[in-house]
C-alpha cells in the first residue's frame, strides 16, 4: 500500500521551533515531488512549500520564506519541514502529499494512489 504518513506535531510557543516528517512506505519517494499543506482552522487547506523529484528544489509560500525550510532524504525515504519563528497564524494541520510543485505552485495531486490526504498532523502555535 502506498502511503504518505505526517508526523512531528505538537504544542508550541510563538518564536519556536518544530519538524514535521513525512515519510512514504510502499514506493520510492525520490521520483516525486512533495508538497506541505496546512489547513487552520475555519480556513481552506493552503500549499505551504514543496520540494521537486530529483534536484530538489524547494518553494514556499510568501509567510513562511526564511522561517520554514523544506529538505528530503531519501535514504530514509523522508520529507521534512522544518518550521522556526513560529506565530500564532502557523496553527493548523499539516498535511503533505504527491505535489506539483512550481513557481507560484504548491498544489495537491488529488487523483491516483497517492490521491487522498493522509491524518495531518496538529500544530498549535499558543503562549
Known amino acids: 500500500q502506498l502511503q504518505l504518513v505526517e508526523s512531528g506535531g505538537g504544542l508550541v510557543q510563538p518564536g519556536g521551533s518544530l519538524t514535521l516528517s513525512c515519510r512514504a512506505s510502499?514506493?520510492?519517494?525520490?521520483?516525486?515531488?512533495i508538497g506541505w499543506f496546512r489547513q487552520a482552522p475555519g480556513k481552506e487547506r493552503e500549499g505551504v512549500s514543496c520540494i521537486s523529484s530529483g534536484r530538489g528544489v524547494s518553494r514556499y509560500v510568501d509567510s513562511v520564506k526564511g522561517r520554514f525550510t523544506i529538505s528530503r532524504d531519501n535514504a530514509a525515504n523522508t520529507v521534512y519541514l522544518q518550521m522556526n519563528s513560529l506565530r500564532p497564524e502557523d496553527t493548523g494541520v499539516y498535511y503533505c502529499g504527491d505535489s506539483r510543485c512550481g513557481v507560484g505552485i504548491i498544489e495537491k495531486i488529488t487523483t491516483g494512489p497517492l490521491g487522498s490526504w493522509g491524518q495531518g498532523t496538529q500544530v498549535v502555535v499558543s503562549s
Open positions: 510502499g514506493f520510492n519517494l525520490d521520483f516525486y515531488a
